[in-house]
């Protein structure tokens, strides 16, 4: 069992260097799963998660930044980062990055977001060592050179063209588009084919230099490792690289603010020689601060979060419509989202929509049976604590969670949140949610009359 723990464990101070300040977050039995957190003199925050059974530990950085810190001009200048970090630094070039963790059999790889952007790389505990060096080098030394710049320009023009060759994905983006419009959480995360072709190495320098000071990173490790080492070994490679200047300086605080998103209604369409129709019916979901995002999970699972939710049984069991149909939410500091997706045949996109959208009417009006809402809390608890069997996951989690809710929460008391989530409020969040009017995204091959009869499902 664990629990929570807001014992401060600072290490003394010395003449020669400023003091970190330790905390233990949560407190596990026999040290297993317990998380702390150092910040170091300059900002940068530590957390790690203890599991000592496995071989494997997973490092990774966690930057304060994604796609919605991007102005229209630079759109997709956070994933272009992405790339060049891994192009060479003032120790490493490219060929040394990727080796040196191929030599040990481990794996490196990031992801940008809307919000945030990760490096990580999953080693054996023995080599956890080389894994901060390698990725705290590309995060504090990266050259960004004029000549990696033109080279990744075409790596990331074909990662586009392949996003826009699978309109299962693509659909996402055009929703979020549909959704939010012409603003940073409305353009899609790798961009465009002009703003990339416009973004400039200078342009990119300055993005990096703005955006990746040690105030706006998280440290996360997680596996077979001790807490105290990987601080020094972190920071080590920060000195090293001479990132920790500013004794005084504070983190970042978790992005807040209130958007209000005020589309109902709107519906887009874009035509493609396709196979099947690939649609997107929703409505603005919840911030993932919001209280209420416990019974959304809830309503979530058992609208569409498996072979026994509403949709699955009655689009593709009943039917045969469709072979992928399911739920999902996004939730951002300020706003969210949720919708419900489907791939089908174009002839059938029609009927598909109508069992979508009287499923989503009937549930904001009666509600969800308590059999279905006890069967959804035991999926969803389930899935939380299978999801977290890795030590990728577990850093994933405490990295995430520092960066965006500047605390931790323990499995368990995850667990126990979601088993006390009540009919009411499943039936509440429902009526909420689901009773907004939708706003629908198409990719297909649309005829002319089924593109005009659209319109019909967010009526």
């Not at 496995?54 to 796609?67: K, M």
């Not at 080098?137 to 320009?153: A, K, Q």
């Amino acid at each position: 069992m664990t629990s929570r723990s807001p014992k401060v464990t600072a290490r003394p101070s010395s003449e020669a260097r400023a003091v970190a300040r330790t905390q233990t977050l949560i407190k596990g039995e026999n040290g297993i799963g317990t998380v702390r957190k150092t910040t170091l003199p300059g900002g940068l925050r530590i957390v790690t998660e203890t599991l000592p059974s496995v071989r494997s530990a997973t490092f990774g950085i966690w930057a304060h930044v994604g796609s919605r810190d991007e102005t229209p001009a630079l759109n997709g200048a956070t994933h272009y980062l992405e790339h060049l970090l891994f192009k060479g630094t003032r120790r490493r070039s490219a060929l040394d990055i990727s080796s040196a963790l191929d030599a040990v059999g481990g794996e490196m790889n990031a992801f940008t977001a809307k919000e945030y952007t990760c490096y990580y790389a999953r080693v054996l505990d023995a080599d956890l060592p080389l894994a901060i060096d390698v990725v705290s080098d590309m995060l504090t030394g990266s050259l960004i050179r004029e000549e990696d710049v033109d080279v990744e320009r075409g790596a990331i023009l074909e990662e586009i063209a392949m996003t826009e060759d699978d309109p299962g994905d693509c659909v996402h983006d055009l929703f979020a588009h549909t959704m939010f419009g012409d603003n940073a959480l409305g353009r899609p995360v790798l961009g465009t084919v002009d703003t990339v072709n416009a973004l400039t190495a200078d342009r990119i320098r300055r993005f990096y230099k703005k955006h990746y000071d040690p105030t706006h990173l998280v440290v996360a490790a997680a596996g077979n490792i001790d807490h105290n080492k990987v601080v020094r070994q972190v920071r080590a490679a920060f000195e090293k690289a001479g990132a920790l200047k500013e004794p005084d300086a504070t983190p970042i605080a978790p992005r807040d603010g209130r958007r209000t998103i005020r589309t109902a209604g709107r519906v887009e369409l874009i035509g493609r020689k396709t196979e099947q129709a690939h649609v997107v019916l929703g409505m603005p979901g919840l911030a993932r601060t919001d209280e209420r995002r416990w019974a959304l999970g809830v309503l979530n699972t058992a609208l569409g979060g498996g072979m026994s939710s509403r949709l699955f049984q009655e689009v593709r069991e009943k039917r045969g419509l469709a072979y992928s149909v399911y739920s999902y939410t996004s939730g951002f500091a300020d706003c969210g989202l949720f919708g419900v997706y489907a791939g089908c045949r174009p002839s059938q996109v029609h009927d598909v929509l109508k069992i979508c959208r009287d499923e989503l009417d009937t549930v904001a009006q009666d509600g969800l049976s308590d059999e279905e809402i006890g069967r959804a809390i035991g999926q969803l608890r389930g899935s939380t604590v299978l999801g977290l069997e890795d030590t990728g996951a577990l850093m994933n989690r405490i990295g995430k969670s520092e960066l965006c809710w500047g605390e931790q929460m323990s499995v368990d008391d995850m667990l126990t949140r979601i088993a006390a989530v009540t009919p009411d409020e499943v039936r509440e969040v429902a009526r909420d949610i689901l009773g907004q009017r939708p706003s629908l995204s198409v990719i297909g091959p649309l005829k002319d009359k089924q593109a005009s009869r659209l319109n019909e499902a967010v009526a």
